[in-house]
């Protein structure tokens, strides 16, 4: 199994976790060729899960648009919310056929570690969620949703106690406890495998969006959008399409408060490569490889890093990336509420404020998919803080 | 023969474990630092480990997290700490070793910062999130400039990974006593003795130096019983420099792990 | 078209609505046999929806219960997160196809008026909402949704400033506005033809289990279970099955504090007939006639009325209802989200509660189906604030 | 000829236009309810209409609401509202009508109901949220026990549907002149015109009293002009009930109405 993409990737771990995670490539390896694990995987999926997803041709933001027909990817109805069930299932169910008992994830707004907590829950598992202070300060629900699903909950005060510091500790403790427990990876970032593990889940995104398409218009898209935080819906959205060399493909990353203010998430638009919690890739950092944080009015978005395959695409001319600032992403929050009655999850109102601009320049027979990574309930206090609406 | 083989040598033939000490270049503030530096020496390290900080140390414990913290906050950058390396190795003619992650060290360049060291006047590197597999082209560049690029071991390793390290260190072999980060915790005897034998199995000469996890003479001693050639002492000392010790508490602190460095040795059964 | 179910529903309405409930019923006797309507509305259910919901074998649960098999119809993986869709959507297409450019509804909690304030955003209609005074105040973050998605909210100040009240507020609307507005009610009470409307548009959860368990356990369950505040979700879930006499029917009622103490919603259990807005059937009511205010952990099954199908199977013996009080509810909302990672309305953790007694008494060759008629995160404040957990 | 029938018999003789006052039973308080009600009679009501208080009133506008729920605050129930019509039926020969939600009297069952009326001296009875098609009983009850069953009908009543209506009613018929509830708005002239022309070509004697946003003297004249045999006044007067005004001030209000009703009437084109 490759274990970069391009130079991107690789494995950059402390040597106790090396034995871990080739184990966990040797796993994944056998599992994701076995029907019986498949088989599984696709259960749980469709009857817990409640994939697939629809593809939803959206009349009226296409008419608003006036270009390209603008189809959503629905992954806000996936069971959590968000597009982070098919790669926690994936991998519980993996953790459980390695007979690890243990579940350890990071967290950042509480989206991966909640949908971790469910994972464990329904199979039974042990779950412990890091969660950096100052999150756990903002997202007291989403701590509670952990909870009430029998999750512990540990709030990491070290570094900039944000997400970054939370895959720190979640490291750390997986260092001492690497025998019996699982690492749940919630994007496709970190050390190999995980990067190709959590892109082969989230793949489901995109096969589903090929043949539900082909379904609808007996063809094949002209772009794809998805955000971009770690990477995960995007790759998924993308992945099942790579060698279909007429379908484009667009991530929307956050430029937060605008790329030249230095406040924002953008790595892949204006980061430079470096190594950031176990892989290689574009990462915000300074001249002596200090990583900065970031920040998105999105708390998925948040992240200073990104998956190593987009910077592969990137380099590649394969996939472009934009910068979708706060308030751009604002905009189209409240646009899908008001025009589908779908409230996106901030995240992906970036996805659809970039899938926006580019279906408005495209023609009316052209077909743009952009995927939904979520659901926006979760934000509805910060939208609402902001008394942008009436 | 490089500074560390010889010190390795020497505290063999001597019947001592050589005593490594760490501390966060920079801490508790870039004047300080090398004061407490010396004291470790005047105190009877026969190695300075010297920490690069990064802002995300993702192997290290609580106690040096906070380190790296305070030097970042006191702004301290790899070229500073090259510039620390290079006051020390003014006042000093012991092996000195640079600890720091990966990112820094890609950000520089391999080479650049291999150059660096060495003209700095360190010693050997080692690089705690750049394990075997991804460390060619670095150990390349060191072999080629002469710097010492030390690899770890562990408990977990795989006995044939485990002869691997052994051939691809220089310098010596870090055993990391137990799973985990640095800093608490109590060394695992039993884990311990069969890193050792099984190691001694491969090489007999490599120089073992046993770290994380070991604070207090007795531990120093526990390991030193189990055949331990030098023993890293972390977290303890970066604490003094983080709660306001002076130079002195930390000469103190360090002189009582270097006797237990050289206490009588009991026979091994 | 009968108006009744034996002695139940009716039509009790002041004069000047009685044209615009024979227009719907004309209207809807059209719809619901035209292929086109059938069509437009399946679509939605599919592509806007998220339909069909799975029917999910809770191994976990069934273990815990060790009696008859439990399997859980996931209404809460609908678009909005409960079953309000099915009728909100159905409702709204009417609408449109009647001409009528503006909704009215009420709402309680506010489940339904984001549900039509989503069914209005996606058909480009315009919605008003009534809600309570009192329910305004708590559930700020339904009624932000509501204005989100572009509905207009109307805070009700009269009688008890509750649902019950919303609806008397609704009606006044309609009737002063009655003949560009659609009246958009939430449930399948009011007067005919919404009792056999809403039950029809929500009889898909009933259809899909049927053929959901078909294809799981070649056959028909034993038990279903669903909770009942005005009655959609669970004539839903009974209706396809009533000619099958072998299937039992329960309805979990709120019992809230207890059905001895005077605070509850159980109209079922423990009302006696009545007529209230618009149809008779079991209300809670003083002597002299006078509606009681209703009470449960639960705000959707916080109303004194039922719709009237429910007294009529009552009546026959046809259903079963029993009471679960907030205790129990909540009891099982904790079971339910540790032992599966589901976290269930608290609506439709009266369901569960119910379900898992009868399941445990049951054998393990049987089959019980639970209907999950939305999913819990509109309650986590109520159950945090309770301090249950942790 | 019932009470009501006379009534109207002779306003229609007098060339005047009946005046109907609403009040709701048991506001501002059972006490000086009946005090209000004499004053309205005083005033030169020709019908009191009296409200039943229920919990939901759904057809009435804010503030008859308001009063049913201050009657109910006065734990005005049904059979107390029957002794208040006996109190006043002791005291006037005027006709008295009540206006009652259909579940209090399907409580009470609907032939307890009606004697209850009867037995207490009252008149007739409009339910208004009883629609023709659902009121087959009450009406048959009414009929037997000689209570008028007055029916309600809208401008957006179907023809056919009007006709019914003026057959089944009893009493006189209660023209709805605005679609909403009870209270506020003003008489739309044009649907009253319309309302008024269709009922009488189906039915030339039937009365037709006017309700729904009549609450000043130029609304009387407005529907006496269009042919109105009666007015019907309720949140006006429903208002100073709930405001503090004595019985002089509704007597007052109740005059200025009632010297509307028997204004000069202009020709009708
Ligand atoms: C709804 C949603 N979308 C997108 C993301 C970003 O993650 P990724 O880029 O891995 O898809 C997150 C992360 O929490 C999320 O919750
Ligand atoms: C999730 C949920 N379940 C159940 C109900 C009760 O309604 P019904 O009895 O009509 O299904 C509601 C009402 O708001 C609800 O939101």
């Known amino acids: 199994m490759n274990s970069r993409f391009g130079i991107y990737g690789g494995q950059y771990v402390p040597e106790i976790l090396v034995p871990a995670l080739q184990d966990l490539e040797r796993e994944y390896l056998v599992a994701r060729n076995d029907p019986v694990f498949l088989g599984e995987l696709e259960s749980y999926n469709r009857h817990y899960g409640g994939r697939e997803t629809p593809l939803y041709f959206a009349r009226r933001l296409t008419e608003r648009c006036g270009g390209a027909k603008i189809y959503l990817k629905r992954e806000d109805l996936c069971h959590g919310g968000a597009h982070k069930f098919n790669n926690v299932m994936g991998q519980a169910l993996l953790a459980r056929r390695m007979g690890k008992k243990r579940l350890i994830a990071e967290t950042g707004a509480g989206q991966h570690g909640t949908a971790t907590a469910m994972a464990a829950a329904v199979l039974g598992l042990k779950a412990e969620i890091y969660m950096g202070e100052r999150d756990v300060a903002r997202q007291r629900m989403n701590v509670f949703r952990m909870k009430l699903m029998g999750a512990k909950v540990h709030e990491v005060s070290s570094g900039s106690k944000l997400l970054k510091d939370a895959i720190n500790e979640a490291l750390r403790d997986w260092s001492g406890s690497v025998e019996h427990t699982y690492y749940l990876l919630g994007t496709a970032a970190g050390p190999h495998p995980y990067p190709t593990m959590v892109r082969d889940f989230q793949s489901v995104i995109g096969r589903e969006i090929r043949q539900q398409l082909q379904a609808a218009e007996g063809g094949l898209p002209d772009l794809l959008v998805a955000c971009v935080g770690g990477g995960s819906n995007a790759i998924g959205t993308f992945h099942p399409f790579i060698e279909d060399t007429g379908v484009r493909m667009l991530g929307a990353e956050a430029a937060g408060e605008g790329l030249e203010t230095g406040h924002h998430s953008a790595s892949l638009s204006i980061g430079e490569v470096g190594v950031l919690q176990g892989c290689k890739s574009y990462l915000l950092q300074d001249e002596h490889g200090m990583i900065h944080e970031a920040h998105s009015i999105a708390p998925g978005l948040d992240y200073p890093g990104v998956g190593p395959e987009h910077s592969f695409l990137k380099d590649l001319k394969r996939a472009e990336y934009v910068g979708v600032t706060d308030k751009e992403a604002l905009e189209s929050f409240i646009t899908l509420s008001q025009v589908e009655g779908i409230i996106p999850a901030l995240e992906s109102a970036h996805a659809v404020s970039a899938g926006m601009r580019e279906a408005t320049s495209m023609s009316k027979d052209q077909v743009v998919v952009i995927t939904i990574s979520g659901r926006g309930d979760k934000d509805l206090e910060t939208v609402f803080d902001m008394g942008v609406v009436e | ?269």
Chains 1, 3 share one sequence.
Do not use: W
């Not at chain 2, 005047?42 to 920490?51: K, P, Q």
């Open chain 2, 1 to 269: 023969m490089s500074r560390l083989q010889k010190t390795f040598a020497d505290a063999r033939a001597e019947g001592r474990t050589a005593l490594i000490c760490y501390l966060m270049a920079g801490v508790p503030s870039p004047e300080d630092f090398v004061k407490m530096a010396v004291a470790c020496l005047e105190g009877g390290a026969d190695v300075l480990e010297i920490g690069v900080p990064f802002s995300d140390p993702l192997a290290d414990g609580p106690v040096i997290q906070q380190a790296a913290v305070r030097a970042l906050e006191n702004k301290v950058t790899p070229p500073m700490v090259m510039d620390m390396v290079r006051e020390l190795r003014r006042r000093t003619d012991r092996p000195i070793v640079l600890m720091g992650y990966y990112n820094p060290i890609f950000r520089m360049g391999e080479e650049r910062f291999v150059d660096a060291c060495r003209n700095a006047g360190a010693d050997g590197l080692i690089v705690p999130d750049l394990p075997l597999h991804e460390s060619i082209s670095l150990r390349h560049t060191c072999l080629e400039k002469g710097l010492d690029l030390i690899q770890l071991t562990t408990p977990l390793t795989p006995d044939d990974r485990n002869s691997e390290l052994v051939q691809a260190t220089s310098g010596f072999l870090y055993l990391v006593t137990r799973t985990g980060v640095t800093g608490g915790g109590s060394v695992m005897a039993e884990d311990l003795r069969k890193m050792i034998s099984r190691t001694r199995s491969v090489d007999r000469h490599v120089p073992l130096a046993v770290g994380f996890g070991i604070s207090r003479p007795e531990h120093v001693r526990a390991a030193r019983e189990m055949g331990a050639d030098g023993v890293i002492v972390g977290s303890a000392l970066v604490g003094l420099t983080l709660n306001g010790s002076s130079a002195d508490d930390l000469k103190d602190a360090v002189r009582r792990l270097a006797s237990a460095c050289d206490a009588e040795r009991p026979q091994i059964q």
